[in-house]
C-alpha cells in the first residue's frame, strides 16, 4: 500500500470509455480504501447486443441501475455477470443484479455464484463475440481473478493492480507468495504484448500496464526489505511496524497497512530471513 503513482499517464477521469470494448460505470463509494469509488465494467463488441458486466460493486439500488441504464445507453442487454473476487464494494450487489439483469453470476468462489457455472484460471468466456481469458491472481485475496480482453490488449485486474496507489494483501486470505507470482504473472502478460491497458477496480485506467506492474514488483520488493530492515532494528509488533514502514501512509489505511504488513511478516518467516514468536 503506498502514496505512489504508478508510471503511465493515466486518464484524467473516472468513468465512461476505456477502450472501444469497455465502458466503466464508476460506483458511488468513494473512500481511502476504494478511491473514487468502485469501477463497475461493461464489457461487449461493438457490433453486438450481448454485454458481459464485470463487479457490479456494492448493494447500491442507484448504482446497479445506472450500471443497466448505461448498457441499455450504448445498445446492449447485460447477459453474463462476472466477479474478480469476493469483496464486498465489488460483490455486495451481484445477486441483484443478477435479479434486475436475469444473469447468472460467475466467480472463483462457489459462494458468491449464481447458475451452474464458476470461473478457473485458464478459461475463456465468450459472450456476443466477445472473448475474455481468465488469469489466475490470488494474493490480494484467494479469489481474485484478473480478465484479459485480447481483443483491446487489455486487463481488468480487479483490486490486484489499482489506477492509483498500491493495494494490500488482506491476510490471512491473502498471502505475499501468492500475490508476487500473480504479479509475475500479468509482467508475462505484458512483456508478451498481450496486455498494454490496466483497467483497474479502483482509480484510472493505466495506459503502460507493463510499466505499472513492474512498479508493483519493485514497490513490494523496497516494502519487504523494510520490513525486514525494521524487525532487525528490534520492531516486534505489526502495528509498530507499520508505524514506522509506512509512515508515508494516510493513517486512516494502517490497519489495510498492518494486513500487508502480517502477510509480509509470514513471508520473511516462509523464507528463513528473520525469526519472530
Known amino acids: 500500500m ?19 470494448r469497455a465502458l466503466c460505470v464508476l460506483a458511488p463509494n468513494p473512500s481511502p480504501m476504494t478511491l473514487d469509488g468502485t469501477n463497475t465494467w461493461i464489457l ?3 457490433d453486438s447486443d ?4 464485470v463487479d457490479p460493486g456494492p448493494l447500491d439500488e442507484g448504482h446497479l441501475a445506472a450500471v443497466v441504464a448505461a448498457a441499455e445507453r450504448a445498445g446492449k442487454r447485460v447477459a453474463l455477470t462476472l466477479l474478480t473476487h469476493g469483496h464486498p464494494d465489488h460483490a455486495e450487489g451481484a445477486a441483484r443484479f443478477a435479479e434486475l439483469t436475469g444473469t447468472a453470476v460467475r466467480a472463483l468462489d462457489p459462494a458468491l455464484r449464481l447458475g451452474d457455472e464458476g470461473l478457473a484460471a485458464g478459461d475463456t468466456v465468450t459472450t ?8 489466475a491472481t490470488p494474493g490480494h485475496t484467494s479469489d481474485s481473478l484478473s480478465f484479459l480482453l485480447p481483443a483491446d490488449a487489455a486487463v481488468l485486474t480487479g483490486d490486484t493492480v489499482l489506477g492509483r496507489g498500491t493495494t494490500m494483501v488482506a491476510y490471512p486470505d491473502g498471502r505475499l507468495g501468492d500475490y508476487l507470482d500473480s504479479l509475475r504473472r500479468l509482467q508475462a502478460l505484458t512483456v508478451a504484448g498481450e496486455a498494454d491497458t490496466v483497467l483497474p477496480g479502483h482509480g484510472p485506467v493505466l495506459g503502460d500496464a507493463r510499466g505499472a506492474v513492474e512498479f508493483y514488483l519493485a514497490h513490494r520488493a523496497h516494502r519487504l526489505a523494510q520490513v525486514e530492515t525494521a524487525v532487525e532494528a528490534g520492531l516486534r509488533t505489526p502495528g509498530d511496524v507499520v508505524a514506522h514502514v509506512y509512515a508515508d501512509v494516510d493513517p486512516q489505511l494502517w490497519p489495510a497497512a ?8 509470514d513471508y520473511l518467516r ?7 514468536p
Not at 270 to 276: A, D, M, P, V, Y
Request: no cysteine; hydrophobic share 50%.
Open 2 to 20: 503506498s502514496a505512489g503513482t504508478a508510471p503511465g499517464a493515466p486518464h484524467a477521469a473516472v468513468g465512461g470509455w476505456a477502450t472501444p
Open 50 to 53: 450481448l454485454a458481459v458486466v
Open 128 to 135: 456476443g463475440g466477445l472473448e475474455l481469458r481468465v488469469v
Open 258 to 265: 498492518e494486513l500487508s504488513v502480517r502477510a509480509q511478516l
Open 44 to 46: 461487449a463488441e461493438p
Open 270 to 276: 516462509e523464507h528463513g530471513l528473520i525469526e519472530l
